[in-house]
C-alpha cells in the first residue's frame, strides 16, 4: 500500500435516533444514523413502520389495501327504540 494517501482509521461514537449509542471503527470520529440493529425490524422481531410524507396512507388508498379488513367486519346492531 502506499503511504500517506489512506485516510486513518479511528475509534468512532455511532449515535442512533432512537438513542442507542455504541462504539465502533471508522474513518469519521462521529456518527449519525437514523436506524441501528438495537431498532431495525430485522433484528427486533417488530414490526414498525417508518411513514415519511404519508406514503403509507397513500399506498393503501391506492391500492385498496385494508379496506377488505373493515368490510369483512360486522357492524354494531343499531337498538330499535
Same mark, same amino acid.
Request: hydrophobic share 30%; charged share 25%.
Given at each position: ?6 485516510? +486513518? ?18 474513518t469519521v ?8 440493529s438495537a ?17 403509507v396512507e ?8 385494508? +379496506? ?14
Amino acid at each position: 500500500m502506499k503511504e500517506g494517501i489512506h485516510p +486513518k482509521y479511528v475509534e468512532c461514537m455511532v449515535h442512533c435516533a432512537c438513542g442507542s449509542n455504541f462504539k465502533t471503527r471508522a474513518t469519521v470520529e462521529k456518527m449519525t444514523v437514523d436506524i441501528c440493529s438495537a431498532c431495525h425490524p430485522f433484528y427486533t422481531g417488530k414490526q414498525k413502520l417508518i411513514d415519511t410524507a404519508g406514503r403509507v396512507e397513500k399506498f393503501q388508498r391506492k391500492y385498496g389495501w385494508g +379496506k377488505k379488513q373493515q368490510e369483512a367486519a360486522p357492524a354494531a346492531p343499531a337498538d330499535k327504540a
